[in-house]
Nanobody, 125 residues
Framework: QVQLVESGGGLVQAGGSLRLSCAAS????????MGWFRQAPGKEREFVAG????????NVADSVKGRFTISRDNAKNMVYLQMNSLKPADTAVYYC??????????????????WGQGTLVTVSS
């Protein structure tokens, strides 16, 4: 069992930056691949970025590639999402998720075992 708590969301103007954090507790953090997903009003939850257990491998959705970066600090049980050049289309609730998979970073919601409660990011034009 692992508990995930996101923070760092808020209101930002287009072109601005935010850094989301996800604090993990419970089972040993470094057995999980980690992912960030987002869900905009009226839309399905979608993959944003993922990172392997060691941090050696990442996967970023095409819609945010070049603007968002995922990282993790296993010593602190933390995963981060640095978001730059934000657009109004990035407005959504952002969720942190943990995946026990030992292989490649996965991109589907059903692959992830644990979820945080989400943090709202609003980008104004």
């Amino acid at each position: 069992q692992v508990q995930l708590v996101e923070s760092g969301g808020g209101l930002v103007q287009a072109g601005g930056s935010l850094r989301l954090s996800c604090a993990a507790s419970g089972r040993t953090f470094n057995v999980y691949a980690m992912g960030w997903f987002r869900q905009a009003p009226g839309k399905e939850r979608e993959f944003v970025a993922g990172i392997s257990r060691t941090g050696a491998s990442t996967n970023v959705a095409d819609s945010v590639k070049g603007r968002f970066t995922i990282s993790r600090d296993n010593a602190k049980n933390m995963v981060y999402l640095q978001m730059n050049s934000l657009k109004p289309a990035d407005t959504a609730v952002y969720y942190c998720a943990a995946d026990l998979n030992l292989g490649a970073v996965r991109t589907t919601t059903g692959s992830y075992d644990y979820w945080g409660q989400g943090t709202l990011v609003t980008v104004s034009s």
